[in-house]
């Protein structure tokens, strides 16, 4: 209570978050990663996407009991930094795939500010670390996986991690403890490098607006880091049935026009943060 009564104090006299959360080292990551990822640092658009929430105070931020999923986390810092401001929130979950060493690394960061933290964080059972394959909802159903919400009872934590032996797929389906919760709100930050996020991110997204009861996917994306690419994902997350709005806080600039598709050899990145819904037909 002292907590929650803390952070609505700290949201309504505007003083700034608390930037507390540790990430280990890159020797660690060395250590943990099997294959090249991107989850080895804290990214600016992560950054430029907790700006806009502690700015703009969405009602799922202030809201008692909130349900956050993090798509993609990476180091984990995104979430935990949530978690570590917003003591009302019930649960914040970050999730990564099993490949290349990613869920080890999540759940090595998350531990690093659980059991090695010089103070409290956030209340105990708050943050949860989960695998979430995004192959798994490639089709229009998401059927690719046998799963239910009664199968969310499932204890098996100590079986996310990679398999060094290689007796474990690292493709496990649909991860029936992320179908247990109605989320409030999804979020994530540059999640696409590739053709397969490209592909994949609308479907999963898709999936949790339709089956979950969640409001909206809060994205930051780096524009024009790969034009190209941005162009197939605005047609994925179209042909997904996903609408796709940039906010900005009050008093933000408003963004420049953009130019003409394909028309400058480098244009000028910025990030962008999107409001991801699904299109009324769809919902």
């Known amino acids: ?19 507390v959360v540790k990430i280990c080292d890159n020797f660690e990551y060395m250590e943990i990663a099997t294959a090249a ?16 929430v502690e700015a ?8 008692r009991g909130a349900r956050i999923l993090e798509l993609g986390a990476g180091t984990g810092w995104m979430g935990m930094t949530l978690a570590a401001n917003l ?14 060493g990613a869920l080890k690394w999540l759940r090595r960061n998350v531990a690093r500010n659980e059991d090695g933290a010089e103070e409290v964080l956030w ?8 695998a979430c394959d995004w192959t798994a909802y490639r089709d229009e159903d998401g059927t690719d996986a046998s799963t239910s919400k009664d199968d969310a009872s499932r204890d098996d934590d100590d079986n996310d991690d990679d398999d060094p032996t290689g007796s474990t797929p690292l493709s496990a389906g649909i991860n029936p403890r992320l179908e247990a919760i109605e989320w409030d709100v999804i979020v994530g930050s540059d ?15 898709r999936h949790f607006l339709r089956n979950n009861n969640s409001r909206h996917f809060l994205y930051a994306h780096t524009k024009y880091r790969y034009e190209l690419r941005d162009m197939a994902l605005w047609r994925e997350f179209h042909e ?44």
Do not use: N
Not at 56 to 63: E, I, L, M, T
């Open 1 to 19: 209570a002292a907590r929650a009564r803390e952070a609505v104090s700290r949201m309504a006299d505007r003083e700034p978050w608390r930037d």
């Open 87 to 100: 003591p009302s929130a019930d649960r914040v979950c970050v999730t990564e795939t099993r490949a290349g």
């Open 123 to 130: 209340r105990p059972g708050v943050v949860h670390v989960e």
């Open 191 to 205: 999640l696409v490098y590739d053709d397969d996020g490209v592909r994949y991110l609308p479907r999963v997204v």
């Open 37 to 52: 990822t991107t989850g080895g640092h804290v990214w600016p658009a992560a950054r430029r996407l907790l700006e806009y």
């Open 56 to 63: 703009a105070r969405p009602p799922w931020a202030v809201r």
């Open 240 to 283: 997904c049935g996903l609408d796709v709005e940039e906010v900005r806080e009050d008093g933000a600039p408003s963004p420049p026009s953009p130019p003409e598709p394909l028309t400058q050899l480098f244009p000028e990145k910025r990030i962008a943060v999107l409001r991801i819904t699904l299109r009324e037909e769809d919902e």
